[in-house]
């Protein structure tokens, strides 16, 4: 295996005997040989596209699929065979929509056989990463590649709502097929430029889908504390199956809770008509071997971001959507327009003890784009006072290793009349800790989940407009980012194609960006690592 995708790959450089996330040998390979898979429909898909044959369903394919090889997202090597035969079978369905066109396309993704899985493994070891010999041509393949994953993710998660938009579905497949060919490095960085652009339109598309299904997220004070009553912990990105969870849990005496990137649930007005919907339990996903354990009750995992599970939880841990594990039970996908049935999961909670305390306070959410804008008037108004001297956007992802302790230390440090921005698990490295507020506003503004991150995006634009500045970057904002995974990267090439430059990124680079791209993101987008949170807090504040 080889695989560097993640912020804590090994050395920096890339795991080859085990995944650091626990992903083991054969289950990278084969990660490896549904990508190989896609590209080949891809192909397929770019040759349908010219006759009007590619349509939303293969899309939709596509994504679940990509979406099912992120980081911490499905650890399951069966689960994956099931993935490479549906990309097996949408590639001939789109050969077949591609017609005579079909027959022009010769590339090993393309025309090998499936056989055994035998025969699987043995081809997936000539199929990843490092089959790309150029190191720079191979740098901007997967930071391409990682990019359409994490779109992917994204669009999945509008989908869900009943949201898509085709173009997106286009752009991934015209993507997978780009990296099967023989570009030029400045073709190829013009790709990641509109996989941005694409970003942008994919977490404008699920900030809408969101906010139609579940209403504008307000401001929110969430209790960290337990009742008497057994629980359900809710853990992903899935609102979806969080409502369907709660709708079966009404009246039941069973409590549910969300954990990690759940907390933002809490600051939809849909969400608040539930009063078996109690709080949040735990901090962000790397927590969970010991949160799960205290909690007592089943788990359901709706989206990346599940560990290696504990023996000590792993009868009362379930997966659905695109996650799994080896020996965890998977909820079905919802079929004939009816709702996922979580029965098992509320009959195994009636059977076990309630939550065990972890802790007892509040955390206060709900500063989307549209609540911020209500604030407008007030923060505006701060900064031209100087009451507020700076905004910092701590966005992104937590991660386990202790050199992200930066986040903290930064958010300790900086001046107390800056305001942190975030979205993203990022926040748990500082969003317990009393930092006040400015007249009323909190010195933490907190977003959301990770795809609301556009929000941070939007409230900065915005703001420019307010204050008549034609350039985004005048504005007294500065980034620093956390990142670990694929949505991370889309994230990332969001901000840069809305204009954004000067953005911090850490605990480390990207080990899939080799020095020749790492130059030129640096050269065209300034792009910086983080150093130490002292040198870093008193460059912010210089506007640097």
């Not at 996989?195 to 906010?211: H, R």
């Not at 907390?263 to 735990?282: C, E, M, Q, T």
């Not at 969001?494 to 680079?509: D, E, N, Q, V």
């Not at 790492?518 to 506007?543: C, H, R, W, Y």
Request: glycine letters at 10%; a negative charge.
């Amino acid at each position: 295996m080889f695989c560097f995708q993640c912020q804590e790959t090994a050395r920096n450089q890339g795991c080859t005997v085990r995944g650091v996330c626990g992903k083991t040998e054969e289950t990278a390979n084969l990660m490896d040989l549904l990508i190989h898979t896609l590209k080949g429909a891809s192909l397929y898909a770019e040759k349908a596209m010219g006759k009007g044959s590619f349509t939303e369903a293969h899309g939709r394919v596509m994504a679940d699929a990509l979406f099912s090889t992120l980081t911490n997202t499905n650890f399951d090597a069966e689960r994956i065979h099931g993935y490479i035969d549906k990309a097996l079978q949408l590639r001939e369905e789109l050969l077949r929509a591609a017609g005579e066109d079909g027959k022009t396309v010769d590339h090993d993704s393309a025309l090998w056989v499936a056989g055994s899985r035998e025969e699987r493994l043995s081809k997936a070891k000539d199929v990843g990463v490092l089959a790309t010999a150029d190191e720079d041509i191979r740098s901007l393949r997967e930071l391409l590649v990682y990019g359409l994953k994490g779109i992917a993710a994204y669009a999945h998660h509008a989908f869900v709502l009943g949201f898509e938009d085709a173009e997106i579905y286009r752009f991934i497949a015209q993507g997978l097929a780009a990296t099967t060919k023989d570009l030029p490095a400045d073709t190829l960085v013009s790709l990641v430029e509109k996989a941005g652009d694409t970003a942008v339109k994919t977490m404008a598309l699920l900030d809408k889908a969101n906010t139609s299904t579940y209403g504008n997220p307000e401001i929110t004070t969430v209790g960290t504390g337990v009742r008497a009553n057994p629980g359900i912990l809710v853990s992903g990105h899935d609102l979806k199956d969080l409502e369907e969870l709660l709708e079966q849990t009404k009246g039941s005496g069973v409590d549910v809770y969300t954990h990690g990137e759940m907390l933002p649930a809490h600051s939809y007005p849909f969400f608040k008509k539930y009063d078996n919907l109690v709080g949040n339990y735990g901090g962000s996903w790397w927590h969970q071997r010991e949160e799960f354990e205290t909690f007592r009750g089943p788990i359901l995992m709706t989206t990346n971001c599940i560990v290696p599970v504990k023996e000590s939880y792993q009868g009362r841990i379930f997966t659905t959507g695109t996650a799994g594990y080896p020996g965890v039970k998977h909820i079905p996908d919802r079929s004939d327009g009816k709702p996922k049935d979580f029965s098992e999961i509320i009959a195994l909670a009636k059977t076990c003890p309630a939550p065990r305390e972890l802790e007892n306070g509040t955390i206060v959410g709900g500063f989307a784009h549209n609540q911020v804008t209500a604030l407008a008037d007030k923060v505006i108004e701060a900064v031209k006072t100087g009451a507020i001297r700076r905004f910092v956007v701590m966005a992104g992802c937590d991660g386990r290793h202790k050199e992200r302790e930066y986040f903290t230390r930064v958010a300790e440090a900086l001046p107390a009349d800056t305001v942190i921005l975030t979205a993203g698990c990022a926040k748990y490295r500082y969003n317990k800790l009393v930092l006040g507020d400015i007249g009323g506003i909190p010195r933490v503004l907190d977003a959301g989940q990770c795809n609301d991150s556009y929000s941070l995006a939007v409230i900065a634009l915005k703001l420019k407009d307010a204050f008549g500045l034609d350039d985004v970057n005048e504005l007294p904002l500065s980034f620093d980012i956390a990142w670990y995974e694929q949505k991370a990267v889309a994230v990332l090439l969001a901000l840069l194609s809305l204009g954004f430059k000067g953005i911090r990124l850490g605990p480390t680079l990207p080990a899939f960006l080799s020095l020749g791209v790492g130059k030129v993101l640096v050269e065209k987008f300034d792009i910086k690592p983080v150093t130490d949170a002292a040198n870093d807090v008193a460059s912010m504040m210089q506007g640097m």
